[in-house]
Each structure stands twice: as structure tokens, then as C-alpha cells.
């Protein structure tokens, strides 16, 4: 009973510890934002080393945060359950509504759609734990990049969700519920629909941040804008290889869904990297130390 009520009160110690964070995180990114943006460029960069327990300990809390952070976004989830469940039923081209095996399924169902939806209305404050975390490791330079990206990463993702679930997925669907209808009877499957539905959503949630991603490694001096250019035709052949993992089915119609928008965002990754990281936060460094 003792080793019981230790644990309870030692969850219950992390869970009032992880409110706690969710509701300071965002006077906290102010702060951050403030002292990053305050400082000028001169001012040296101060980096704290910390042993492995402490940084397994700050993951924990902010894993602990997001949870906590999640749990309204999930609430609201499960209210718009249902009625995304009967817009993707119609979607989908299930007249008659789509089939379960399980006398559970409906109910496990409307958890997913409600996670699945939580997952997408939490994701800027995810974001932030991940960037938060790694935050003590990078220069002030760095830093100010990855902030200035943060609003763009949030709006790229809901993007690319919506036009999975919009676009993409009734397509796909439209596309297939009509193949060969004298030789098949189209009922689909729940579980089956819902997967499908999120597994373009997620997928293109997050192929959708292609553009942030290739301007922040121009910014940071990794990857410059004119090698980007040479890579054209090898991002073609990822693409596509993307968007096979991305799709559900594999048959050339829902890939070119796919693949085409992500081409589009290569190409928008290389006009924004070549209008706004003409100059990388390296080459900036190294010019200034050669001046002193």
C-alpha cells in the first residue's frame, strides 16, 4: 500500500507540475523571445551544460506538458467526433454508412477521430516543447530563425491536413468507390476509412513543412540555396518515394495527389531560401570573426 500511495503521489506531482508548465509556457516563450531578440549580435552566446539526468528529467516534463496541454484539445475532439465521422462517411461514398466488425469499433473510433483531432489543435504547442527543449543547445542566431519559423510550421501543417481531408483523401476515395462497380460492391470498412483519411492527413501535415524545413537549413549554413537547385531531380525521385509512404493505396492517381503538391512545396522551398537566406547564419559568423 506504501509503494502504491508513493506512486500515486508521485504522479500526482508530475501531472500538478505539468499544469503548471502548460499554463506558464506561454509567458515563458515571451521571455525567450524577449531575451533572444533583445540582445544584439555581439553579446556572447551562454551555454549551460547539463548532466543526462537533468536532460532526461526537462524531456519527461515536457512530454508531461504536451499531454496536460493536449487533454482540452481532446475534449473538443470527441465532441466534433461524430459529426466528422458522418462528413467522412459521406466522403467516403458510404451511402449506407461504413461497416464495423466490432461491437467496440463505434466507440474506439470516436477516440481516435477525437485524438487524431487533439494531435492536429496541439500541434503548435508540440512544436514548441521539441524546439524548447533544444533551445539551450543553439546560438542566439539559431534561435531567432527557429522562433520566426514557429508560426509558419503551425499553419503548413493544419495545410496540408486540411488538404488531405479536404482534397486528397475524397479524391482518392471518389476515385476508387467508382473502379469496376459491376464486379464490386463498394461497403467500406471503418477502421479502414478512418486510417486512410488519417494517414493523408498526418502525412501531408507533415510533408507540408518541406518549405520551412530547406529555408531553415539555408539560414543555418547547412544546405545553401544553389545546391537545393542541383538537387531538383533527386527531389523528384524522393517525392515520389514520399508520397508511396504517405498513400494508403499505391495506384498512380493518389500518388500524383501527393507527389505534385510536394514538388510544389520543393520549389516554394527554394524561392523562399533564395529571397530571405541570401545570407547563412555561418557565413554571417565567419565574416564577422575575420573582421575582428
Given at each position: 500500500?506504501?509503494t ?37 549580435d ?10 543526462l ?15 496536460v ?13 461524430r ?5 467522412i462517411?459521406?466522403?467516403a ?7 464495423v ?47 520566426a ?17 479536404f ?54 549554413g ?19 518515394v ?19 503538391p ?8 527554394i524561392?523562399i ?20
Open positions: 500500500m506504501s502504491i500511495a508513493r506512486t500515486t503521489g508521485r504522479v500526482s506531482g508530475l501531472a500538478a507540475s505539468a499544469i503548471v508548465s502548460a499554463a506558464r509556457s506561454p509567458s515563458l516563450l515571451y521571455h525567450e523571445l524577449r531575451d533572444v531578440y533583445r540582445a544584439g555581439t553579446t556572447p552566446d551562454v551555454f549551460t551544460e547539463m548532466p539526468t537533468e536532460h532526461l528529467r526537462e524531456l519527461r516534463q515536457r512530454i508531461m506538458t504536451t499531454v496541454a493536449l487533454i482540452p484539445a481532446f475534449i473538443l475532439g470527441f465532441y466534433w467526433a459529426p466528422i465521422l458522418d462528413d462517411s459521406v466522403k461514398n458510404a451511402t449506407s454508412g461504413m461497416d466488425r466490432s461491437p467496440t469499433e463505434p466507440l474506439m473510433l470516436t477516440f481516435k477521430i477525437a485524438l487524431y483531432v487533439a494531435v492536429a489543435l496541439g500541434m503548435p504547442v508540440i512544436v514548441y516543447e521539441f524546439v524548447a527543449f533544444l533551445a539551450p543547445g543553439m546560438t542566439r542566431r539559431e534561435k531567432r530563425v527557429l522562433f519559423a514557429l508560426p509558419f510550421i503551425a499553419v503548413l501543417f493544419l495545410s496540408g491536413a486540411g488538404y488531405g481531408y482534397i486528397a483523401a475524397p479524391q482518392a476515395l471518389h476515385f476508387l468507390s467508382g473502379w469496376n462497380t459491376k464486379a464490386f460492391l463498394w461497403q467500406p470498412d471503418g477502421p479502414e476509412i478512418i486510417s486512410f483519411f488519417m494517414a493523408l492527413m498526418l502525412g501531408l501535415g507533415f510533408a507540408f513543412q518541406l518549405p520551412i524545413i530547406m529555408f531553415v537549413l539555408a539560414k543555418i547547412i544546405v545553401p540555396t544553389s545546391r537545393m537547385r542541383k538537387w531538383r531531380r533527386y527531389a523528384i525521385l524522393v517525392n515520389t514520399a508520397a508511396a509512404v504517405i498513400t494508403p493505396s499505391t495506384d498512380p492517381f493518389n500518388m500524383m495527389l501527393v507527389a505534385v510536394l514538388y510544389l512545396l520543393y520549389e516554394l522551398g524561392i531560401s533564395s529571397a530571405f537566406a541570401k545570407t547563412s547564419i555561418r557565413s554571417a559568423a565567419a565574416a564577422s570573426s575575420t573582421r575582428t
